[in-house]
Each structure stands twice: as structure tokens, then as C-alpha cells.
């Protein structure tokens, strides 16, 4: 089973829906989760992180569900500018550093 | 903004020969890591760098890569004899308390192994 797991989508979505995406994840030493965005050919950037207690930011809100071992972004009134590829990251607390990322969720907001 | 600077930004190469990627990370950070993207896959992680050693290496970096910090800005990843499957995009990323907080991502150097 792969450490994080996503649909890998494409998700084409219209212009101001609501797009919903989860990521499952294995190891349950992980502790720390984070939602990262690449555009194409790019670099990943953070999005945001991700709390048991949910956080949003503007419209995107990210929830933990430990029992389950899944992660969900949702992002509100999509705009075509949210066309990207969403990472989902998983960093155990303690001991090795490295981040694991999921293959990623593929969005295109059409118009 | 300060950011991650790496170059070349692409580099074509034939199998068994060496190549250097470079990288400037923030000025202020401690923490400096490799990660690789091969067409198409996932984010991996290759190898971490802290206090002027490696803290920690995936199963990928094997005895054919090596990184070091020459002089206090540069983070070079060396691979010593390139392989075709070695063809991918290397980013190079940078944070300033450890993995627990964000990493900068360079824009990556995408290296073709022909």
C-alpha cells in the first residue's frame, strides 16, 4: 500500500463550484500533514497545513480524521487560477526528516 | 521575497558522466534538502542536510550521489556517473526550523540523461 494516497483525478470542475478532494495515508507515525500545490513544471508550494481541529484559509479548508487516517481539502468558489496539481504531504513528529508526498490530485477549473 | 535559487534550470548529459546541480538556499535557514521528481510521479525525497552533514538519505541516494555546502551558500548534489533512470526534475528546498515547518522549493533543474 503507498504511504499517502490520492485520486490522482483529473477533477474539471466549473468556475465558483466546490471541489472536495481526500488523501489516505498508511504510516500511522505520521503526524504532521500539509496540502501542497504545483503548477505545472513548477516547484511545490505549501497551501496549507492541516490541524485534527480542521483550519481554513480563505476558500480552502483542510480537515485530519486520525481514526480514519484521511486528509481533505475542500476548496470554496473556485476560481481558474486554482487549476493546479494538489499534493498531499505527510511528515512523521519524530525521527527522519523526509517530507512524503502523494502523486497528487489534478484540478482544472473550466470557465 | 527571499527564495531558492538552483541552476542550471536544465541540463542534457550522456549516460555515465558526472554532473553538479546547484543550489542557493534562503540565507537564514539551517535546514537544505534534495528532492526529485521524475516525469510524471511523485515528489521523492533524496537526502537531508543540517550542521554541515547529511541528517538523513532515502534508499535513492545511493554511493553515486553526494552533496555538500562548498562554501557556506552554495548546496551542490552531485551524481558521479549518471544513469537514464537518473532523468528527472531535482528540486532543491530549504527551511529554517526543520521539516515540521514549510519548505522553499526552488524552481527545480531538470536533468536529462540521454
Known amino acids: 500500500r503507498k504511504e499517502v494516497e490520492q485520486d490522482p483525478g483529473p477533477f474539471n470542475v466549473p468556475e465558483g463550484a466546490t471541489v472536495a478532494f481526500n488523501c489516505t495515508y498508511s504510516?500511522?507515525?505520521?503526524?504532521?500533514f500539509f496540502w501542497y500545490r504545483q503548477d505545472c513544471r513548477k516547484e511545490p508550494k505549501l497551501l496549507m497545513s492541516v490541524y485534527s481541529s480542521g483550519n481554513e484559509d480563505g476558500r480552502f479548508t483542510a480537515q485530519l480524521n486520525r481514526a480514519s487516517q484521511y486528509i481533505s481539502l475542500l476548496i470554496r468558489d473556485s476560481k481558474l487560477s486554482d487549476s493546479a496539481t494538489y499534493l498531499c504531504?505527510?511528515?512523521?513528529?519524530?525521527?527522519?526528516?523526509?517530507?512524503?508526498f502523494g502523486t497528487g490530485t489534478r484540478l482544472t477549473i473550466i470557465p | 521575497e527571499p527564495e531558492v535559487t538552483q541552476t542550471p534550470s536544465h541540463q542534457v548529459t550522456q549516460m555515465g558522466q558526472e554532473v553538479i546541480l546547484r543550489c542557493v538556499p534562503i540565507s537564514n535557514h539551517l535546514y537544505f534538502y534534495w528532492y526529485r521528481q521524475i516525469l510524471g510521479q511523485k515528489v521523492e525525497f533524496l537526502v537531508s542536510?543540517?550542521?554541515?552533514?547529511?541528517?538523513?538519505k532515502s534508499e535513492i541516494f545511493d554511493d553515486q550521489f553526494s552533496v555538500e555546502r562548498p562554501d557556506g551558500s552554495n548546496f551542490t548534489l552531485k551524481i558521479r556517473s549518471t544513469k537514464l533512470e537518473d532523468s528527472a526534475m531535482y528540486f532543491c528546498?530549504?527551511?529554517?526550523?526543520?521539516?515540521?515547518?514549510?519548505?522553499?522549493f526552488g524552481e527545480g533543474s531538470r536533468l536529462t540523461v540521454l
Open positions: 528546498a530549504s527551511n529554517g526550523r526543520g521539516q515540521g515547518g514549510e519548505l522553499f
Open positions: 504510516n500511522s507515525a505520521s503526524q504532521s
Open positions: 542536510f543540517y550542521n554541515n552533514e547529511i541528517s538523513e
Open positions: 504531504v505527510a511528515h512523521p513528529l519524530f525521527g527522519n526528516e523526509k517530507l512524503t
